[in-house]
Nanobody, 122 residues
């Protein structure tokens, strides 16, 4: 079974920095794409950024300056560094994985973590 677990959320003051992390379950052999989405209160979930297993990254426009995605293929982890935090960054941040393979199975569907809440407030 494929599981994703996010960590690193919390309460941060405006202007601060934070690093979110996501770890996939240990039975996973490879993951093609790992990424981050967020859902602010009262809004739809939106893509923040994703990275392929070859290191190619893609950012939504709002994330191109203050957000940095990185991943460790050997550990099947993905991180999101956010600098210059703003109150509008307040949201639940979700880890996403697509193209997941264990040694026995290739999964066509995508997987989600349960999310980690980031609150930016003074």
């Amino acid at each position: 079974q494929v599981q994703l677990a996010e960590s690193g959320g919390g309460l941060v003051q405006p202007g601060g920095s934070l690093r979110l992390s996501c770890a996939a379950s240990e039975n996973i052999f490879s993951i093609n794409i790992m990424g981050w989405y967020r859902q602010a209160p009262g809004k739809q979930r939106e893509l923040v950024a994703f990275m392929t297993s070859t290191g190619k990254s893609n950012y939504t426009d709002f994330a191109k300056v203050r957000f940095t995605i990185s991943r460790d293929n050997a550990k099947n982890t993905v991180s999101l560094q956010i600098d210059g935090l703003k109150p509008e960054d307040t949201a639940v941040y979700y880890c996403n994985a697509r193209g997941v393979a264990t040694r026995e199975t290739y999964y066509a569907e995508e997987f989600w973590g349960k999310g980690t809440l980031l609150t930016v407030s003074s």
